[in-house]
C-alpha cells in the first residue's frame, strides 16, 4: 500500500510571535513578583525616627507638691524645658523613658535638702505637669508632633544641683532602643 502525505491546512504561530509573546507574559511576571516583594519588604522595614524641632529652657516659678512656697522658701525657682518633638519615620514612635543628664527623670523626685537652707523639700520633675509614671510611655504616630513640657526644680538631688548657666541633657529615649539628646541650657 502506498504512503499518502496527509497536508493539512492548519496555520501555527510563527517562531517569533510565540517568542515576543512569552517574554512579555515573563516580563509582566516579574513586575508582578517585584511589587509584591517590594510591598513585603516595606512591611517589615518600617522604621522610627524622632526628630526634636525644637528645645529651650525658661526661668519659672514652682509649686511643689505637699508643699507651699512658703514651707520652701520664698523664691522657689525652676526651669521649664520645652521640646518638641516630630516623628518623621514611617512607624509610629513610643517615648517610654526621658532621661536628664543621663539618669531618669522620676530619680529627682521626692525629699530633698535646699542647697541654701537645708531645710527639707518636696520637688519633682514634672512632665506636662505631671509625675513621669503618670505620663509616660507616649506615642507619636508618624507625621505627628509631641510637646514635652519638662520642669526641673532648683534643689540639690545627691548631689547635683541644677543652676543658672548650667547644659542640661535632655534625651528622649524609645521602646525600640533609640535615644534622641538636646541639650538645653539653663537662663
Known amino acids: 500500500?502506498?504512503?499518502?502525505?496527509?497536508?493539512?491546512?492548519?496555520?501555527?504561530?510563527?517562531?517569533?510571535?510565540?517568542?515576543?509573546?512569552?517574554?512579555?507574559?515573563?516580563?509582566?511576571?516579574?513586575i508582578?513578583?517585584?511589587?509584591?516583594?517590594?510591598?513585603?519588604?516595606?512591611?517589615?522595614?518600617r522604621y522610627e525616627k524622632l526628630e526634636i524641632v525644637s528645645a529651650y529652657a525658661e526661668g519659672s516659678s514652682l509649686k511643689y507638691r505637699n508643699a507651699t512656697l512658703s514651707d520652701v522658701y520664698n523664691n522657689v525657682t525652676g526651669w521649664n524645658v520645652t521640646a518638641k518633638l516630630r516623628n518623621t519615620g514611617s512607624a509610629t514612635a513610643t517615648v517610654n523613658l526621658i532621661l536628664i543628664?543621663?539618669?531618669?527623670?522620676d530619680i529627682?523626685?521626692?525629699?530633698?535638702?535646699?542647697?541654701?537652707?537645708?531645710?527639707?523639700?518636696?520637688?519633682?520633675?514634672?512632665i506636662n505637669g505631671?509625675?513621669?509614671?503618670?505620663?509616660?510611655?507616649?506615642?507619636?504616630?508618624?507625621?505627628?508632633e509631641y510637646t514635652?513640657?519638662?520642669?526641673?526644680?532648683?534643689?540639690d538631688f545627691d548631689g547635683t544641683a541644677f543652676t543658672p548657666g548650667m547644659a542640661?541633657?535632655?534625651t528622649f529615649h524609645t521602646a525600640a532602643g533609640s535615644d534622641?539628646?538636646?541639650?538645653?541650657?539653663?537662663?
Do not use: C, H, Q
Not at 32 to 45: D, E, K, M, P, R
Not at 130 to 141: G, Q, W
Not at 148 to 155: D, G, Y
Open 180 to 187: 534622641y539628646p538636646k541639650v538645653v541650657v539653663l537662663p
Open 1 to 30: 500500500m502506498p504512503r499518502r502525505s496527509v497536508i493539512r491546512d492548519e496555520k501555527a504561530v510563527s517562531p517569533v510571535i510565540a517568542t515576543i509573546i512569552i517574554v512579555a507574559v515573563a516580563i509582566v511576571m516579574s
Open 108 to 126: 529627682f523626685n521626692g525629699t530633698t535638702t535646699d542647697i541654701n537652707s537645708r531645710k527639707t523639700v518636696y520637688a519633682w520633675v514634672l
Open 130 to 144: 505631671k509625675l513621669p509614671n503618670e505620663v509616660l510611655p507616649v506615642t507619636i504616630e508618624p507625621g505627628k
Open 168 to 170: 542640661v541633657e535632655i
Open 32 to 45: 508582578a513578583v517585584a511589587y509584591w516583594v517590594l510591598g513585603l519588604a516595606g512591611t517589615f522595614t
Open 101 to 105: 543628664n543621663g539618669k531618669p527623670a
Open 148 to 155: 514635652f513640657k519638662i520642669t526641673i526644680p532648683r534643689a
